[in-house]
């Protein structure tokens, strides 16, 4: 059973630029979170994706847009880039919503400058 | 609207000292769930447990033990005998059991075991 992957680990962007990160669900999972985790900060829910339909978004402007495909991967796009998106970018997968307990990837490190 | 606290930023312990983290929640849901993750320097977070809000009873795996105590809205972690692999960020989260099953976590605390 293969856990959730992410790529690319760590990216360095200039403001105002586009990025998109990509998350592959563990085996059998259906539903994609992304979050965004500052520096000494605890993790903040940007999105949920359940059968490719967004199931739900955080406090997050709508430059950050999310896909996810029939195999239940998932992309997270930031657009115009500004220095406070800077952080780690967490996925995290779960079976049919998240009570039961989500798998996390183990992130990607965006820096913009 | 949900809330976790973690009070405590930063401990530092000596090997072998048994340590607890404290976690404090907030919710007006009647159903919810409480959990704990580990966050290594490695970046991902690694499930170390789930609690629902009907199921009060303390557990214990390992080295590893939870206090659920809903009167005092406290879900505190204790790690008995500490070791220097326990050294880590750890998280407290929530999820109501409405909308889209989110966590809601606390801002961590960042756990420091001395040898």
């Known amino acids: 059973e293969t856990g959730v992957t992410q790529s690319p680990t760590h990216l360095i962007k200039t403001r105002g630029q586009q990025v998109t990160l990509r998350c592959s669900s563990q085996?059998?999972?259906?539903?994609v979170s992304w979050y965004q985790q500052a520096l000494g900060q605890g993790p903040q829910f940007i999105f949920q994706?359940?059968?490719?339909?967004?199931?739900g978004r955080g406090n997050f402007p709508p430059r950050f847009s999310g896909l996810q495909f029939p195999n239940y991967s998932s992309e997270l796009n930031v657009n115009a880039l500004e220095l406070d998106d800077s952080a780690l970018y967490l996925c995290a997968s779960s079976l049919t919503g998240g009570h039961y307990g989500y798998t996390f990837g183990s992130g990607t490190r965006l820096t913009v400058v | 609207a949900q809330k976790v606290t973690q009070a405590q930023t930063e401990i530092s312990v000596v090997e072998k000292e048994d340590v607890t983290l404290d976690c404090v929640y907030e919710t007006r849901d009647t159903t919810y769930y409480l959990f704990w993750y580990k966050q290594p320097p490695s970046g991902e977070l690694v499930f170390l447990i789930r609690r629902n809000s009907f199921d009060e009873q303390n557990e214990i795996s390992g080295r590893y033990s939870w206090n659920f105590q809903k009167s005092t809205s406290s879900f505190n972690f204790t790690i008995t005998a500490s070791q220097v692999v326990d050294s880590a960020v750890y998280f407290c989260?929530?999820?109501?059991?409405?909308?889209?099953?989110?966590?809601?976590f606390g801002t961590g605390t960042r756990l420091t075991i001395i040898p």
């Open positions: 085996s059998g999972h259906n539903t």
């Open positions: 989260a929530q999820i109501s059991n409405f909308g889209n099953e989110k966590l809601t």
């Open positions: 994706y359940y059968r490719e339909e967004e199931n």
